[in-house]
């Protein structure tokens, strides 16, 4: 599986240490709090508030540099449209990859 990286941070920030700090932060602030919501909406079986759920991390799962991830996560929030929740295993590997990574920051 791919590495989470900070490269597409590094390039938004354009040398900016202040813009780049605040970019992290907020990737190590709103990360934890959507990946809650996921997991409860989960729960509850609720696939819309898991498709929007599942969008939201995409950005996040972009803005790591994780483009195949995305491509799965993309898939996984079209299936949920479908109340498919193919993919599902592939995206949770995907939040323990994040998870783990955003512990380093």
Known sequence: ?????????????????????????????????????????LAEKNYKKIEENVHKIKHKIS???????????????????EKSRQGEADFEQILNTMTAYIKTM
């Open 1 to 41: 599986m791919e590495q989470p990286n900070l490269n597409y941070v590094e390039q938004l920030a354009r040398g900016d240490e202040k813009i780049r700090q605040t970019l992290i932060d907020v990737i190590k602030t709103e990360f934890p709090t959507e990946k809650n919501e996921y997991y409860k909406s």
């Open 63 to 81: 803005i790591l540099g994780l483009e195949k991830s995305y491509e799965l996560a993309n898939m996984y929030e079209h299936n949920l449209r």
